[in-house]
């Protein structure tokens, strides 16, 4: 039974074990355009900037909450239940890359062999 899955405003697709590349560049448009990137790659910090990053800390964790929230809103099911405990947005990005990008190396190694890879078999955060 296929299972279908309704896209969000934010991506055509969610995230699914083949499309980690057109995701991740939806994903990181959105996130530019709303302000959350630097949540994900946050910028080098000065020693004279510490000041203003405690008044902008403020706001870290709502803008934190609103990216891990588009994040996890634009996954499949099954693979949002890796990153569903995670609290950083930066955190689950990561860690969808690096699934993604182990799952990517194992088709291109073994071609044709996309039955035997369930990512809700691949080891990871919960």
């Given amino acids: ?22 995701w991740r560049a939806c994903m990181k ?6 302000g959350l990137w630097d949540i994900i790659e946050p910028p080098p910090v000065e020693p004279q900037e510490v000041a203003l990053l405690v008044q902008l ?3 870290l ?3 934190n909450a609103a990216a891990l929230h588009a994040i996890q809103i634009s996954c499949a099911p099954h693979i949002l239940s890796k990153i569903r405990n ?3 947005a930066k ?10 990008r182990s799952q990517r190396v194992y088709l291109e190694e073994n071609p044709g062999n996309s039955h035997h890879l369930k990512t809700s078999s691949s080891p990871g955060r919960t």
């Fill in 1 to 22: 039974m296929a299972t279908h899955v309704v896209p969000t405003a934010i991506v055509v697709e969610v995230l699914r074990d083949d499309n980690y590349k057109n």
């Fill in 29 to 34: 448009s959105y996130l530019m355009a709303q």
């Fill in 57 to 59: 800390n403020r706001n």
């Fill in 61 to 63: 964790a709502q803008r």
């Fill in 86 to 88: 995670q609290k950083l």
């Fill in 91 to 100: 955190e689950a990005w990561e860690f969808l890359e690096g699934l993604l």
